[in-house]
């Protein structure tokens, strides 16, 4: 009984791997194939998603914890109730 149970998990790792690489495989192709102007702004593209997506995100964490606490200390307190 085990045996058949890693023999199925293996035989879904081998799948993965031969599918994986048949996607790199049409990736370098493709790569392969471009002009370089082309090739240029796929790399300029990458790289301003891989940059600036993740600071402008972090930044934006950042000033909302920022307001949070500035609201915290400094905020009106609520009024009294006078009867």
Known sequence: MKTSRFDSFTTDLKDIARKT??????????????????????????ALILSI??????????????????????GRRPAQIVE
């Open 21 to 46: 690489n048949r996607a790199l495989r049409t990736g370098a192709r493709t790569l392969a194939a471009l002009p370089w102007p082309s090739l240029l702004a796929v790399s300029i593209g990458l």
């Open 53 to 74: 997506v993740p600071l402008a995100l972090t930044l934006f964490v950042g000033f909302l914890l920022l307001k949070f606490v500035a609201a915290a200390l400094f």
